[in-house]
């Protein structure tokens, strides 16, 4: 395996309009909407290869939203604020800003029941 163990990420929503609007709000970016296979996906950063690790909203029938045994941690300047905004858009805070090896971390539930871990330096 070269570079890079992760290169992309999908977060199930069963809803995809209510899923987009959650993750734009509170990160401020506009997601990408693209189809294929007969799906819909929103793909989060518009130059994705620019930064060699991206990932999209989906909806999948063998797929349910949760808390399974993998976390994707969004990048963000201080996990506080960004766990206060994914409240404010209609998400729940499931444990504050914490101290991490590497900085600080947060998680959060996002729209759709999904965990999702923030991180800040």
């Not at 570079?3 to 970016?29: M, Q």
């Not at 189809?35 to 690790?53: E, H, L, Q, S, T």
Request: aromatic share 14%.
């Amino acid at each position: 395996m070269a570079g890079n163990p992760v290169s992309w990420f999908g977060i199930h929503a069963a809803d995809l309009d209510r899923a987009k609007k959650f993750y734009e709000t509170v990160f401020g970016e506009t997601l990408k909407e693209v189809g294929g296979g007969g799906m819909r996906f929103m793909i989060f950063g518009a130059d994705w290869a620019k930064y060699g690790v991206s990932g999209m909203l989906w909806s999948d029938g063998g797929a349910v939203p949760g808390y399974g045994g993998t976390t994707v941690f969004f990048n963000c300047t201080d996990c506080a604020e960004t766990a206060r905004a994914a409240v404010a858009a209609g998400g729940r805070l499931l444990q504050d800003k914490f101290p991490i090896a590497n900085g600080y971390a947060a998680f959060v539930e996002d729209s759709e029941g999904n965990r999702i871990g923030l991180h800040s330096r």
